[in-house]
């Protein structure tokens, strides 16, 4: 239901199809109200009271200006004269700030709804309650709009939120979020309810007042509508944002294959086959669930890593807030510096000493990797595939040429191939792995294949030229490399 | 690919490849480029010409200033030292202005957009091209914020437009759509290219300039960065739209079940499914595909519809521009106030003469009605459903008790029914009509069955008191209306 009145009063049948309906708040289980004694929140008690909300009245003390002990007494009258329950808080917000480098008006806010919900978690209590008005709700999106933001952001504020920043069961809740300032005042009036008088709302320091009192009458002189236009925008926007977020949820499902500490892996084929808006709305989730706290992501962040997705190049880049985006092979990862990505979609060969390989056998590698040997006489057909084999992870060699022991082992310091087909040539092993864009984290403990002291066989590249099949190969050990559980 | 670099020459590497991949534009077929000689244009005629397009300079003389001619010359000039075609064309746009009750801006806009795609048609070009810049964007999204505007209009312009107002298949493109105004005045100082200036830029009686020159610099008092910020914020806004179209073209599908000249008629169960967002848009796209000149929708119009269609009220309410929306049934309509609603989904009998019916035997009603009769035992089991029969389109009555003629006919003034089960009390059949609530368009039309001088049955509702079965019936007569096509 949309509010869009003016200069009338605020209507209690009307707010109690919105405390029903768009805050979704029972009845029968506690409301904590942040009060701190302004007409917005004094305005909410009164018709939270009136209309039989168990309200639990909660004060904060910011300790911020002289008048706060007063304030808290007057909140503590109001409460107490409708028989409610009455808790404050002191904190010194001033000090807070200074410790976190937050602004004044950051740290009163965070300090504010900790407080609260805390309060809320404490006495069972169904939801949080504030004062935030349609006039808020204008302010906030034009704060975003100035900020440059999505349209989340432009969307603003909502009558019933959850999960919230503060909690994943208690809702937060804005009775008054379609209620012009004018009328709350009016409804004050009628009613001899005097607020508190908060200077500082009119402290031109606080970017929000100097929207309030500066920018919203300057943007009147274009169209005198434009609070009304502006809230009406962020409820279309709100609902446009709903539909996104059913599209984000399926693409989500089909595009995050792997999650866990400080990372999130994603199928890149499903990313890039996303709509642009789509694959923004997947990174911009992809760094709120890593970073739940960030209240703004970056636009060019985002940019950056929809053109690297799209891009086709591999590799690393920083994202935004210490979250880096990387593309390997076919993953693309976002996650935060301290997090370690899991390896298991390339072969790796546990740290120790070299393990020993049966022909014919099979070894179990980390991550679900295996590597299979078999024995087959060379002039069985299937030796016939190995000139057109294009999977570098199978390869077929001369069993005449092998010496034992065969081993899987890491790479070594200067160890080197000479690869079939190159004349004999000897390569650094390291330079090859470069060449081959094996990330650098997985080439540490990628799989080796040595007979004796020979490297025979670089898996994801070349056999060695000694055991290359010739004319007159009899028997060919053929292996591969291969992972029995996909993510 | 974005360009938001400040104080940058625009650079023609760029350029081609916003030309080739955001305006879709090809080299050998030609394009008509709007010149007015202003910065924006002339930059964008050389950046094209350069380019190598096959360019038709096209220019508009408004005749609203004295230097008209002068400018008009200008562009010749800079088109034939080109070697490029060009053509102009005189009009009289305050003329126009006044005729169409439009304002000069929108006068000139119209005519100029005309001009130039009935000469692109002409020349059979692929596109036409104007020199919207990155700062004509923000404007132009500044001016919907403040009219009030939903998520495309926030989106702004689009490098490539297609289909637009003005063709289905003629392209809309702007190559300087992510090139700011700085950069196109260095451009054009390091050719030694001089523009013409055009002191009705100036002019704050347009809208467009309050916005340039007051209103945006005052927001960068707010924030540096505003004009980058709604830049981006567009170029973000865009994409979510074109995601949320997908949407729409899917539920549109679903819901669209008719199209006629001025109207448009959806399930209503399938509308009731959407989300709220979706409900949204598929009414804002039924507005615009009814009348596709509209340029803004308004906003309590969508909403006022949305309620009726949740709202589960059936009739009629006005939306906007001369649209309404009616619940009928299963059915909303979308419509004109000249648009004929087509009847199909009711029973309807074609004015003239009654006509007879055959018992048995079968009667084909329009729209795909079906009038079906048979004769059956009493005793049949069938006959037993009559008493739980709840499909009003079905009847039972007492073959004994009705006379030849039987007839189908539309109402006639006086007509009365004495219903079955009420006393053989007789009620008027438009009072009847009116409390089934059978919408008013279809009760002339609505089929009326009569035996004799005496009102059987109004189908949809009762038979009369006087072919009622009784203990003592021995032939029932069933009638049923049906319909053999759904749309």
Known sequence: MCLLRYNNFVNLNDLQYILQ?????????????????GPDSLCMLDVLWRLGYPVIVAHINHGLRPQAD?????????????DLTFVQEKF?????????????EEAARHVRYRFLFELARKSHAQAVAVGHTADDQVETVLMHLLRGSGLAGLGGMRYHSLPNSWDQEIALVRPLLGSWREEIVDYLKERCIQPVFDESNQDRQFFRNRLRYDLIPELGKYNPQIRRNIYKMAEVLRGDDELI??????AWLECCVEQG???LGFAISSLRRQPLGLLRQLLRRGVKVLLPGLRDIDFEAIERGTDHIKSHRQGKIELTAGIYLLVEADRVWLATQEATLPLSQWPQVDSGMACSLDIPGERHLSGGWVLRTWVIDANDEITALAGDNLDQFQAWMDADMIRAPVQVRRRQKGDRLQP????????????????????????????IIVSGEEIIWLPGYRIGEMVRLSPITRWVVHMELWRIEKS
């Not at 808290?72 to 409708?82: D, G, I, Y």
């Not at 977020?245 to 399926?250: D, R």
């Open 21 to 37: 309906h768009n805050c979704l708040v029972g009845i029968n289980k506690a409301v904590v109200a942040g009060v701190s004694g």
């Open 92 to 104: 010194d917000v001033r000090g807070y700030a200074q410790k976190n480098n937050l602004t004044i």
């Open 245 to 250: 977020q059913i599209n984000v949820n399926l």
């Open 420 to 447: 079939f087909g190159m004349g004999g040539h000897s390569v650094k092993l390291s330079d090859i792995m470069v060449n081959l864009k094996i990330p650098a984290r997985a080439r540490q403990g990628w799989p």
């Open 261 to 263: 500490t400080g990372y």
């Open 70 to 82: 007063e304030e808290a007494n007057f909140v503590q009258q109001e409460a107490l004269s409708r």
